[in-house]
């Protein structure tokens, strides 16, 4: 009977079958009314409904003992038969939990989504403590986090998932991770995902499974706006870049390139000069998938507003590694269009630059050389004397000129026959003075041999 009138308060909002409200007549009233009368029970569960009015019986042998009560046909509802199962799960061995686990997610279908919070998933979390079933335990886990509000997230879901996001083996487990990345952007508060899930990406790029790796390559960029800058330089590119240079999986490399030009426009303008530029000469493959990658990275990188690439790194850098790769014999003739397209339009803008620079350096030349000359007229006109009366001091010219240069012509010529005389002199004591001391020094010998 008990059991009947617990059933009746949780579909009547905890409310008795008989309300005597305390008082004894009342009770005793409805007491007699029970003989002849069972209550109402038309908002309990249709599948319950013959059952419970069994037990709220006023005979005691109309009521059915609880093994006759579990044997009714609600209690063979699927979702009835997992909550049993959860209870007895831990006797199971791993094949038949794996089994159970891969059908639970129809059966939470069915299921509120309270018990799904408060009943099962603590039963999935106490299976985390075995790597091996955490694969099969992992999917479920996120089936009910599909249907939680942030706070039910982050208070009961978030905690249990944090201890799991530091298991790499089976690489199962972290590539659900990534699968269900989406979600946890929308769930997760800004701060736990910087410190436990961008962690979590840098360490499944070093796992060696190509599909992890190509699913990690693919979730990063959605998370690009959270790493900072000291950590894009020093943990997730590097990661990235080595990647691309060791593996020998084709679609990997390219994948590496396809996310590293996603990244391009979260990144300042030195770290590509300083990283991404260098980088891509040393990629060892000149196949034609990796070669269309190498030029979406360039092409992104001289489209992009704040990437400005100078003549001299595309002249010295770029130029001497792409233009090898116009002779590629591997390359369809689209490929090949799209290549010779990005080197000439490189080569265009060195000449367009290096031309404005060399007329700036021209006019910047000609305009010192014009201010030269006239500092050099000022000057000379300031002492009285111009560039054409110094020349004209050497050449003889027609007497075509003013009466007042003619003073100055000749006090030119005066010094210029002054100079000619001194220096005739001292040609002369040249060739005199050596033939003078000689005879000095001849003269006492030819004394003394007489």
Known sequence: YSSG?????????????????????????????????????????????????????????????????????????????????????????????????????????????????????????????????????????????????????????????????????????????????????????????????????????????????????????????????????????PRIKRLCLSTSDLSVRVKCLVCIGKLIEYLDRWLVLDDIIPFLPQIPSKDPAVIMGILGVYRIILSHKKMYITKETMALSILPFLIPMCIENTLTLNQFNVLISIVKEMINSVETEHRAKLQQLNEQHRSISNSLTLENGTTTKSNGLTNEFQFESYVEKPSMQISGSNEITNNLSFNYEKSKYNYNLYLILLIILPIFFNLLLITPFKSVSY
């Open 5 to 237: 009138v617990l059933i009746f308060a949780i579909y009547n909002k905890g409310n008795a079958p008989l309300q005597s409200n305390h008082e004894w007549s009342t009770y005793k009233r409805n007491l007699q009314e029970m003989k002849y009368n069972t209550p109402k029970i038309s908002t309990v569960d249709a599948a319950l409904r013959d059952p419970v009015r069994l037990l709220l019986s006023f005979r005691p042998e109309d009521r059915p003992d609880e093994h006759e009560f579990l044997k009714i046909e609600y209690f063979n509802d699927v979702g009835v038969k997992t909550l049993n199962y959860l209870d007895s799960l831990f006797q199971w061995d791993n094949l038949q939990k794996s089994q159970f686990y891969k059908g639970l997610p129809q059966i939470m279908e069915k299921l509120p989504h309270r018990i799904c919070l408060k009943r099962i998933l603590p039963c999935l979390v106490k299976d985390c403590v075995n790597p091996v079933m955490i694969p099969f335990v992992l999917p479920n886990i996120f089936y009910v986090c599909e249907n939680c509000t942030k706070d039910e997230f982050v208070n009961h879901i978030l905690p249990c998932l944090k201890p799991i996001m530091k298991v790499h083996e089976p690489v199962q487990v972290p590539f659900i991770f990534l699968q269900k990345m989406e979600l946890l952007l929308k769930l997760a508060p800004l701060e736990d995902l910087k410190s436990d899930i961008l962690p979590m990406l840098y360490k499944t790029l070093e796992l060696d499974s190509k599909p992890v790796q190509e699913t990690c390559l693919s979730v990063i960029p959605s998370l690009a706006t959270l790493v900072e800058g000291p950590s894009m330089k020093n943990a997730l590119l």
